[in-house]
């Protein structure tokens, strides 16, 4: 392939992670604006469906698959492995965080602790808003991610490069790049977590032979999870909660290798 067939290959992902920056930016300010937080969530979901709709145009323009293809139901067995994952990291995370020397705390049940400094006009409507957008943000991004950039990318310089691209492309969007206080604490706190999360979600989509629901279903039970359990992690260090990531998702991977070891991987 010539270097001008590569940049092209790079030039549709790059351009929709501009895309998704610019509504983030939008939005941004909105947000502030708001007091109460159901307008908060009803905000990011319209954000998201406008990212899904821009992924859905690139998709029809660049893929060389009908979105039917990309929507299909192919294995509902693969399809429940992926909540079965999701299920097993809850269960090694925590496992693996009390077992390296981590303390864990209790939540009041609903917990809407990232949002405490806005006012509620209803906890059940807010939490109700809340999971919606977990769950409709999960789908957005596998779409985005898995569905768009990761394929395009795979497709022409292979798996290893297609999951990287596509993982560090998902955690640069994380990144609110017009709040410089918000970015430190996102390196600080989250990014290993958003890194890793990416690289095996791009890894069990190659391994379920780019089943696109699979992946959706064990991000959008993972995100469930983090709305749902009244438990977060309580050590001072976070150095706790970052290699207890790193090794529930080592061990996740090998099981992974274990399960497909029938099934190349570039």
Same mark, same amino acid.
């Given at each position: 392939?010539?270097?001008?067939? $590569?940049?092209?290959? +790079?030039?549709?992902?790059?351009?929709?992670?501009?895309?998704?920056?610019?509504?983030?930016?939008?939005?941004?300010?909105?947000?502030?604006?708001?007091?109460? /937080?159901?307008?908060?969530?009803? *905000? %990011?979901?319209? !954000?998201?469906?406008?990212?899904?709709?821009?992924?859905?145009?690139?998709?029809?323009?660049?893929?060389?698959?009908?979105?039917?293809?990309?929507?299909?139901?192919?294995?509902?067995?693969? *399809?429940?492995?992926?909540?079965?994952?999701?299920?097993?990291?809850?269960?090694?995370?925590?496992?693996?965080?009390?077992?390296?020397?981590?303390?864990?705390?209790?939540?009041?049940?609903?917990?809407?602790?990232?949002?405490? &400094?806005?006012?509620?006009? !209803?906890?059940?409507?807010?939490?109700? @808003?809340? @999971?919606?957008?977990?769950?409709?943000?999960?789908?957005?991004?596998?779409?985005?991610? $898995?569905?768009?950039?990761?394929?395009?990318? !795979?497709?022409?310089?292979? !798996?290893?490069?297609?999951?990287?691209?596509?993982?560090?492309?998902?955690?640069?969007?994380?990144?609110?790049?017009?709040?410089?206080?918000?970015?430190?604490?996102?390196?600080?706190?989250?990014?290993?977590?958003?890194?890793?999360? &990416?690289?095996?979600?791009?890894?069990?989509? /190659?391994?379920?032979?780019?089943? @696109?629901?699979?992946? /959706?279903?064990?991000?959008?039970?993972?995100?469930?999870?983090?709305?749902?359990?009244?438990?977060?992690?309580?050590?001072?260090? +976070?150095?706790?909660?970052?290699?207890?990531?790193?090794?529930?998702?080592? %061990?996740?991977? %090998? @099981? %992974?290798?274990?399960?497909?070891?029938? $099934?190349?991987?570039?």
């Amino acid at each position: 392939m010539t270097s001008e067939n $590569r940049l092209r290959v +790079l030039i549709g992902p790059c351009f929709l992670l501009g895309l998704i920056y610019l509504v983030w930016f939008v939005r941004y300010p909105i947000w502030q604006s708001f007091g109460f /937080i159901e307008p908060v969530f009803l *905000l %990011l979901i319209a !954000s998201y469906f406008i990212v899904l709709i821009l992924s859905l145009l690139f998709l029809k323009k660049d893929a060389k698959k009908l979105l039917s293809q990309l929507f299909k139901i192919r294995n509902r067995t693969t *399809l429940l492995f992926g909540l079965f994952l999701a299920f097993l990291f809850q269960i090694a995370w925590f496992s693996v965080y009390l077992l390296i020397g981590g303390k864990l705390e209790l939540l009041s049940f609903p917990s809407l602790e990232e949002y405490v &400094g806005y006012a509620f006009y !209803s906890v059940p409507s807010a939490f109700a @808003l809340y @999971l919606a957008f977990a769950v409709f943000g999960a789908f957005v991004e596998e779409v985005t991610f $898995r569905g768009y950039i990761q394929s395009r990318i !795979s497709s022409k310089f292979g !798996s290893a490069l297609g999951i990287f691209v596509a993982t560090f492309f998902f955690s640069l969007q994380h990144i609110h790049i017009f709040n410089v206080g918000w970015i430190e604490t996102f390196f600080q706190t989250q990014f290993i977590s958003v890194f890793c999360f &990416g690289i095996f979600v791009g890894y069990f989509f /190659i391994k379920s032979g780019e089943d @696109l629901w699979s992946a /959706i279903a064990f991000h959008c039970l993972m995100n469930v999870f983090n709305v749902l359990l009244p438990v977060k992690a309580a050590s001072e260090f +976070l150095i706790f909660n970052h290699a207890a990531t790193i090794i529930t998702f080592i %061990l996740l991977i %090998l @099981l %992974l290798r274990i399960t497909y070891k029938k $099934r190349n991987f570039q």
